[in-house]
């Protein structure tokens, strides 16, 4: 699934047309956004000039005069709609994924006047509220959410807090931007950038896909490309990572001395050293498999058998064996509740006493939303972009040969007495 939103500028041009199409062809786009059409009448013909697939559906709003205008085209095989509403500020489709994620997509163009873009969040507020099914925006919301998303600008304004204040009620979660840092440019001076388009998702998106945002560069608009995709590359095993949440269990200080000490190398210092957490990572491993074991699938199990005492409880009184039963039940979910806290509190890296306890979809969507911003997807070399896992892996170890390489024959060293300053007393 691969979704393109972009602010055209006008469809009126026909080298403009070409472009969408070429890239919704070399991209393999199912879903186009496309804000600013500045079209007063869109006729399926037009639709036809943009899309290259034989099967499509389609909406649009109609331009005010020269400006807004918004167009919604989709491979029916991916989206299947089954309602929408709109007016000059957005397209809301409400319908399903791949049959099988039924979710709603918002195609917004916000106002450029502060006023009526706090009336467009309220409208969509009052939406979001009459939807259970999670959302996922998409387009040019005229707005930036901190002063280091728009160059030249020093203090937050109005707008800035009623569109986070619009961002908080809707429970959503932007989509780190990758590829560029800014996605709007003033075509005439070239020097004030902002980043005004951007993706906003439900956490329930988060947990379904695993999305990548992509900024494209911008081209025959002041405004750039922006593709919401699924990450489908390979990128080989993954790192080895500690999991502070093991310091938990009883019996892992143990296990761990045990391991280190009956591990006997030969050799200097720094292999012994290597070797030896060599041999640690992978009895980590297998321990974290065979005894620490799936930290959610045991809380779950846990959760479901004491809810099955409680019910039995209800018909009849327990008897000792399941009274006690009982209370070892529910002392295990305590402890597997805060091993899962703790592993969630690592991966999104938060202040446990600001963002509370026992919110794992909190933690799951911060985790997701950290690793997509920390990830490395493609390095450029050169003029040349390297994009595939098995290339950029290269690249990234022949920079660190080249970094870390011995150029000096003769390395300099340093003779002499050197005295101790330790109870010197010109200090």
Same mark, same amino acid.
């Given at each position: 699934?691969?979704?393109?939103?972009?602010?055209?500028?006008?469809?009126?041009?026909?080298?403009?047309?070409?472009?969408?199409?070429?890239?919704?062809?070399?991209?393999?786009?199912?879903?186009?956004?496309?804000? !600013? +059409?500045?079209?007063?009448?869109?006729? $399926?013909?037009?639709?036809?000039?943009?899309?290259?697939?034989?099967?499509?559906? *389609?909406?649009?709003?109609?331009?005010?005069?020269?400006?807004?205008?918004?167009?919604?085209?989709? /491979?029916?095989?991916?989206?299947?709609?089954?309602?929408?509403?709109?007016?000059?500020?957005?397209?809301?489709?409400?319908? +399903?994924?791949?049959?099988?994620?039924?979710?709603?997509?918002?195609?917004?163009?916000? @106002?450029?006047?502060?006023?009526?873009?706090?009336?467009?969040?309220?409208?969509?507020?009052?939406?979001?509220?009459?939807?259970?099914? @999670?959302?996922?925006?998409?387009?040019?919301?005229?707005?930036?959410?901190?002063?280091? =998303?728009?160059?030249?600008?020093?203090?937050?304004?109005?707008?800035?807090?009623?569109?986070?204040?619009?961002?908080?009620?809707? %429970?959503?979660?932007?989509?780190?931007?990758?590829?560029?840092? *800014? +996605?709007?440019?003033?075509?005439? %001076?070239?020097?004030?950038?902002?980043?005004?388009?951007?993706?906003?998702?439900?956490?329930?998106?988060?947990?379904?896909? #695993?999305?990548?945002?992509?900024?494209?560069?911008?081209?025959?608009?002041?405004?750039?490309?922006?593709?919401?995709?699924? %990450?489908?590359?390979?990128?080989?095993?993954?790192?080895?990572?500690?999991?502070?949440?093991?310091?938990? &269990?009883?019996?892992?200080?143990?296990?761990?001395?045990?391991?280190?000490? $009956?591990?006997?190398?030969?050799?200097?210092?720094?292999?012994?050293?290597?070797?030896?957490? #060599?041999?640690?990572? !992978?009895?980590?491993?297998?321990?974290?498999?065979?005894?620490?074991?799936?930290?959610?699938?045991?809380?779950?199990?846990?959760?479901?058998?004491?809810?099955?005492?409680?019910?039995?409880?209800?018909?009849?009184?327990?008897? /000792?064996? =399941?009274?006690?039963?009982?209370?070892?039940?529910?002392? !295990?979910?305590? #402890?597997?509740?805060?091993?899962?806290?703790?592993?969630?509190?690592?991966?999104?890296?938060?202040?446990?006493?600001? #963002?509370?306890?026992?919110? +794992?979809? *909190?933690?799951?969507?911060?985790?997701?939303?950290?690793?997509?911003?920390?990830?490395? *997807?493609?390095?450029?070399?050169?003029?040349?972009?390297?994009?595939?896992?098995?290339?950029?892996?290269? !690249?990234?170890?022949? &920079?660190?040969?080249?970094?870390?390489? $011995?150029?000096?024959?003769?390395?300099?060293?340093?003779?002499?007495?050197?005295?101790?300053?330790?109870?010197? &007393?010109?200090?």
């Amino acid at each position: 699934m691969k979704i393109l939103s972009w602010n055209c500028r006008g469809l009126g041009r026909r080298e403009k047309k070409c472009k969408i199409r070429s890239m919704i062809i070399d991209r393999k786009i199912d879903i186009v956004l496309l804000q !600013e +059409t500045k079209l007063s009448s869109c006729t $399926e013909i037009d639709v036809k000039a943009l899309w290259p697939k034989a099967r499509m559906d *389609y909406t649009y709003v109609d331009s005010d005069g020269n400006s807004g205008g918004l167009l919604c085209i989709w /491979d029916p095989g991916t989206f299947q709609l089954s309602d929408c509403c709109c007016n000059r500020s957005f397209i809301l489709l409400s319908g +399903t994924i791949l049959n099988s994620f039924e979710c709603v997509l918002v195609n917004v163009y916000a @106002p450029n006047v502060v006023d009526r873009r706090r009336k467009l969040w309220d409208t969509l507020v009052r939406l979001k509220s009459a939807s259970s099914k @999670p959302w996922c925006l998409g387009g040019d919301f005229n707005e930036i959410r901190c002063v280091g =998303e728009r160059i030249g600008c020093s203090r937050r304004h109005r707008g800035m807090l009623d569109f986070n204040s619009f961002i908080e009620s809707c %429970e959503l979660s932007e989509v780190p931007l990758l590829g560029r840092k *800014y +996605t709007w440019c003033s075509a005439q %001076e070239g020097v004030k950038w902002s980043k005004l388009d951007r993706f906003l998702v439900n956490p329930e998106w988060l947990e379904v896909f #695993k999305l990548k945002l992509w900024g494209l560069p911008r081209i025959l608009s002041d405004h750039c490309p922006l593709i919401l995709m699924e %990450e489908e590359r390979d990128w080989g095993p993954r790192p080895f990572r500690f999991i502070n949440a093991w310091l938990l &269990h009883h019996q892992f200080s143990t296990f761990f001395e045990k391991v280190w000490k $009956e591990a006997r190398i030969d050799g200097w210092a720094g292999f012994i050293l290597q070797s030896k957490l #060599k041999l640690l990572r !992978e009895a980590l491993r297998n321990w974290n498999k065979e005894v620490f074991g799936d930290v959610s699938a045991k809380l779950k199990n846990a959760k479901e058998e004491l809810n099955n005492l409680d019910l039995l409880a209800k018909t009849r009184a327990l008897v /000792d064996s =399941e009274k006690a039963r009982r209370n070892v039940v529910n002392s !295990e979910v305590w #402890k597997l509740s805060r091993k899962a806290e703790w592993i969630w509190l690592q991966k999104a890296r938060l202040d446990w006493a600001l #963002k509370g306890d026992k919110n +794992t979809r *909190y933690f799951h969507v911060m985790a997701t939303s950290r690793q997509s911003k920390n990830g490395l *997807y493609s390095v450029t070399v050169g003029d040349r972009v390297v994009e595939d896992p098995g290339e950029v892996k290269l !690249e990234v170890c022949n &920079h660190f040969k080249k970094h870390f390489s $011995e150029d000096w024959k003769v390395r300099p060293s340093l003779d002499g007495v050197f005295r101790s300053v330790r109870n010197s &007393h010109d200090i």
